[in-house]
């Protein structure tokens, strides 16, 4: 059995101390504060309560009792799932049933993330609001709930039908979203916001777009020799930007290239050059 009761921590008539909740158990005692507090003159030691005549008495001896009830109910509760009870467990437990953690809907959490990532790079921020925004429309518009549990491979599906069918964007404007969804997601589940794992399916992925090389051939540089240019600076530049794509070098490597990298065979010419 357990005994609870309550007392101030210290008796003084005249100073105000915070009331605690002595919990005695197994020959162990745990003191938990209430967060009343009370000086000796208005506190009365038989009843455990404040005095009827202290103004909004009513109100603070039924926060007591509420405090009491909560805290035997979480002692009963550990014994019950024959818990092992220590004071930093029984701590824990009142604080969490009197102080229940504060819960979040996928909307306000990523809306709080993005507060706490002010130090990310502006990219990345960006990708943040766009990828909320979006979710947000897609909801709207589509009527499919976003919560943290219905994120999963229905709502990877529907929201790859709104971006890329509806909406017209790209598979890489889709990627993204996945992308920092999956953020999102994995950052609440690591505080407990959520236990859903369907977001880490194999299918719910990101999808990286392949881009074509982008190149001029001789031809493309051909047309760019033949461009009548009246500014001598871009004509240089011109000229430059020739000599580099058809040495295949780098636009750092120049300064390396003087006259003696240019040798004369017979007819021909030849490119000496290290890189």
Same mark, same amino acid.
């Given at each position: 059995?357990?005994? +609870?009761? +309550?007392y101030?921590?210290?008796?003084?008539?005249? =100073?105000?101390?915070?009331?605690? #909740?002595?919990?005695?158990?197994?020959?162990?005692?745990?003191?938990?504060?209430t967060?009343?507090?009370?000086?000796?003159?208005?506190?009365?030691?038989?009843?455990?309560?404040?005095?009827?005549?202290?103004?909004?008495?009513?109100?603070?001896?039924?926060?007591?009792?509420? +405090?009491?009830?909560?805290a035997?109910?979480?002692?009963?509760?550990?014994?019950?799932?024959?818990?092992?009870?220590?004071n930093?467990?029984?701590k824990?437990?009142?604080?969490?049933?009197?102080?229940?953690?504060?819960?979040? %809907? +996928?909307?306000?959490?990523?809306?709080?993330?993005?507060?706490?990532?002010?130090?990310?790079?502006?990219?990345?921020?960006?990708?943040?609001?766009?990828?909320?925004?979006?979710?947000?429309?897609?909801?709207?518009?589509?009527?499919?709930?976003?919560?943290?549990?219905?994120?999963?491979?229905?709502?990877?599906?529907?929201?790859?039908?709104?971006?890329?069918?509806?909406?017209? &964007?790209?598979l890489?404007?889709?990627s993204?979203?996945?992308?920092?969804i999956?953020?999102?997601?994995?950052?609440? #589940?690591d505080? &407990?916001?959520?236990?859903?794992? =369907?977001?880490?399916?194999?299918?719910? =992925?990101?999808?990286?777009?392949?881009y074509?090389?982008?190149?001029?051939?001789?031809t %493309?540089?051909?047309?760019?020799?033949?461009?009548?240019?009246?500014?001598?600076?871009?004509?240089?530049?011109r000229?430059?930007?020739?000599?580099?794509?058809?040495?295949?070098?780098?636009?750092? &490597?120049l300064?390396?290239?003087?006259k003696?990298?240019?040798?004369?065979?017979?007819?021909?010419?030849?490119?000496?050059?290290?890189?």
């Open positions: 059995m357990a005994n +609870f009761n +309550f101030l921590k210290n008796k003084e008539l005249s =100073k105000e101390s915070p009331v605690r #909740l002595h919990i005695t158990y197994n020959s162990k005692e745990c003191k938990l504060y967060g009343l507090k009370s000086n000796g003159k208005n506190w009365n030691p038989r009843t455990q309560e404040v005095k009827n005549s202290v103004i909004q008495s009513t109100e603070k001896n039924k926060r007591l009792r509420q +405090f009491k009830q909560q035997e109910s979480v002692y009963l509760q550990l014994v019950n799932e024959k818990i092992e009870i220590t930093s467990l029984l824990e437990k009142i604080k969490e049933s009197i102080e229940p953690k504060k819960t979040y %809907d +996928f909307f306000e959490y990523f809306e709080e993330h993005i507060e706490n990532s002010k130090h990310l790079a502006k990219s990345t921020l960006s990708d943040y609001n766009q990828t909320l925004q979006t979710v947000k429309n897609f909801e709207k518009e589509t009527k499919y709930r976003v919560t943290f549990e219905s994120i999963n491979l229905e709502f990877y599906s529907d929201f790859q039908h709104y971006i890329l069918d509806i909406k017209e &964007d790209a890489n404007t889709f993204k979203r996945i992308k920092t999956k953020t999102i997601m994995r950052a609440a #589940l505080r &407990d916001y959520h236990n859903n794992l =369907k977001y880490q399916h194999r299918d719910f =992925k990101t999808t990286p777009v392949v074509k090389n982008m190149y001029l051939n001789t %493309d540089l051909q047309k760019l020799i033949n461009v009548k240019l009246s500014d001598p600076k871009l004509d240089k530049s000229d430059l930007f020739i000599l580099l794509c058809f040495f295949g070098i780098r636009t750092s &490597d300064v390396q290239i003087d003696n990298s240019i040798i004369k065979s017979h007819d021909n010419y030849l490119f000496n050059y290290k890189s």
